[in-house]
């Protein structure tokens, strides 16, 4: 069998042009995952624009009147409860310029023998669209639940999420350009074994909807040790990436983990990318107020949640600004 | 014989209005695509008019264990309302189904159930010198 031999004076171009194909062989595999905008840009002026202080400010106010009236706490839990806090939110996305929309559902029980003598499970899942500047079809989707156990006020579980996605909002809509649609939606009955995110991610895929990904902001108050640890549960490799780099600028630190729970496996049960933003859960480092009537507005550590809410709008502003 | 009409037509109507209850939410159920309540509707429709039509005479029989089996129904349904009533943070859609009106559908039921077992008693000897019921 011929072997190949080079010549002296041929060994240095031929192992430059293997170099060179090694090289675009690497960039090739490279492409095939996308590569979101870089720090230098969309993170630095996302964050530029953000006064830190008024974040904070705006923040305590959203859920000083989502969670309190009349001195009194506002659980979100029974049926009237429910809708008077579907309400609110669509006042709070109208005012932030979307046109709010009521996504009604009824489903079966958990169980089907519950079907014999229960009624079927019904809510109202809140959404908006933030739509793209260009001609796209893929949709982000950004989510939070707005529901409570029964007599907890639920100020971090989960209006700090909500509070999240309020000011991702602003973000976004102060963007100049975005490559994607974004799907904004406050769930129902995440607390009663999250049918309103099941009905939700149905209904995408019903409709027919490109979903780039979902990403859903649950529980994200509570910073007991002070270490600024955030959970990212279920992230993709790129996801991971994205989020990891983001909270470097926020000044957090990504905990990375498995945990089956929230309205994100709605989706990720359908084959869609899904991730949930959340405290320290898993970590130990969970707010002592969760589902308690205690769970009210003085526990929320603030400063953390404005860091997260910078992680996500830095996140989301990369993803908006990348095909 | 005008008398006599009237009880036989009041067990029917009983028995037909709770049948109705589940046939309807077999319908609700039915159009959000779960099948079991509807499944069952069918089949207890299909025995009651089955039994009505080709066995009459273990009709009276067969309304007094579906007397039974709507208390036990009603009784089941009460049992979730103290439950929830007790302890309402097991789950806020189950809180919401049985409160109180849940409850006083579930008295009827319960009503219901306790009539049609008593009046098609064997020792119910009113009810037995009735014509049948089938004919009413």
């Known amino acids: 069998m011929p072997s190949i031999q080079f010549s002296r004076t041929a060994r240095k171009p031929a192992i430059c042009a293997l170099v060179t194909i090694a090289a675009l062989l690497t960039n090739a595999t490279h492409a095939t995952t996308p590569v979101y905008a870089t720090d230098a840009d969309t993170a630095q002026s996302v964050n530029a624009s953000i006064d830190h202080t008024a974040r904070i400010k705006r923040q305590r106010d959203f859920i000083l009147r989502f969670t309190i009236k009349d001195n009194e706490p506002m659980p979100r839990?029974?049926?009237?409860?429910?809708a008077a806090a579907a309400d609110t939110l669509a006042s709070e996305l109208a005012a932030l310029g979307l046109d709010a929309e009521r996504h009604g559902y009824r489903v079966p029980n958990s169980h089907p023998l519950l079907d014999l003598i229960a009624p079927p499970v019904q809510g109202v899942n809140i959404h908006a669209t933030l739509p793209a500047t260009t001609d796209s079809q893929s949709h982000i989707i950004l989510g939070a639940h707005y529901d409570t156990v029964r007599d907890s006020p639920g100020a971090n579980d989960n209006a700090t999420g909500i509070a999240i996605v309020l000011e991702v909002i602003k973000t976004l809509s102060a963007l100049e350009s975005r490559q994607h649609h974004f799907v904004f939606v406050f769930f129902d009955q995440e607390e009663d074994g999250a049918p309103g995110s099941k009905a939700f991610a149905q209904k995408m895929l019903r409709d027919g909807v490109a979903v780039h990904s979902m990403h859903n902001a649950d529980l994200i108050g509570w910073d007991g040790n002070g270490d600024q640890v955030?959970?990212?549960?279920?992230?993709?490799?790129?996801?991971?990436a994205l989020y990891r780099d983001s909270a470097d600028h926020s000044g957090l630190t990504i905990n990375p983990l498995v945990f089956n729970s929230s309205d994100h496996i709605s989706f990720r049960e359908l084959g869609f990318d899904a991730v949930c933003i959340s405290e320290d859960w898993a970590g130990g480092d969970a707010s002592p107020h969760y589902h308690k009537p205690t769970d009210r507005i003085e526990f929320v550590h603030f400063d953390y949640l404005a860091m997260a809410?910078?992680?996500?709008?830095?996140?989301m502003a990369r993803l908006a600004t990348t095909p | 014989m005008t008398t006599r009409a009237l009880p036989a037509k009041m067990i029917l109507a009983v028995t037909e209005l709770s049948l109705l209850a589940f046939a309807v939410r077999g319908i609700k159920y039915a159009v959000i695509g779960a099948y079991l309540p509807i499944a069952v509707a069918a089949i207890l429709a299909l025995l009651y008019y089955g039994l009505r039509r080709f066995m009459p005479h273990r009709l009276r029989l067969a309304l007094r264990i579906w007397g039974v089996l709507l208390c036990v129904y009603a009784i089941i349904r009460l049992a979730l309302f103290i439950v929830l009533t007790v302890d309402p943070s097991v789950s806020a859609h189950a809180a919401d189904s049985f409160g109180g009106v849940a409850a006083i559908v579930s008295l009827l039921y319960l009503a219901g159930g306790v009539y049609l077992f008593k009046a098609n008693r064997r020792d119910n000897v009113s009810t037995e010198s009735q014509p049948d019921i089938t004919d009413s």
């Open chain 1, 309 to 315: 809410t910078e992680m996500v709008a830095t996140a």
């Open chain 1, 230 to 240: 955030v959970e990212l549960e279920l992230p993709t490799s790129e996801l991971e």
């Open chain 1, 77 to 82: 839990s029974t049926r009237r409860e429910r």
